[in-house]
């Protein structure tokens, strides 16, 4: 297990509980942050956990977890996922179709490279002294 992603997977968990908890009530912008940040955290939560058990190189974490991503996406627009009204299916599968998704899996997945580039490097820093 790589235990450095331990803390980000973590982190990225507690945000997306965050994230719904405020669509729950409503707060401002609760949409964009729902559907949008959400989505940027649920990729990033993806590839950290990912990260924890599967030793290939970044790129590679990001393509497998990019790929489930638009795949979910795409059978959502053509009616493959449940649409029964479940919380659960709807936080796997999403609600519908939204272009703009795509946008926030690129964000969400760039962000989860950079902070294991970061870790990474940390990790070299430290084991150098």
Do not use: C
Request: charged fraction near 15%; avoid cysteine.
């Amino acid at each position: 297990m790589q235990k450095r992603f331990l803390i980000p997977a973590l982190m990225s968990l507690l945000a997306g509980i965050a994230i719904l908890i405020y669509a729950d009530i409503k707060g401002l912008y609760w949409q964009f942050f729902r559907y949008y940040v959400g989505d940027v955290v649920a990729v990033a939560f993806l590839y950290f956990v990912l990260s924890l058990f599967w030793k290939a190189a970044a790129y590679l974490r990001a393509i497998a977890i990019g790929a489930i991503a638009v795949s979910i996406e795409f059978a959502q627009l053509f009616g493959l996922t449940p649409n029964n009204g479940s919380f659960l299916a709807e936080i796997i599968f999403g609600s519908h179709f939204e272009i703009w998704d795509f946008l926030a899996y690129g964000v969400g997945l760039a962000g989860a490279v950079g902070i294991d580039w970061l870790t990474a490097k940390q990790k070299r820093s430290q084991s150098n002294d």
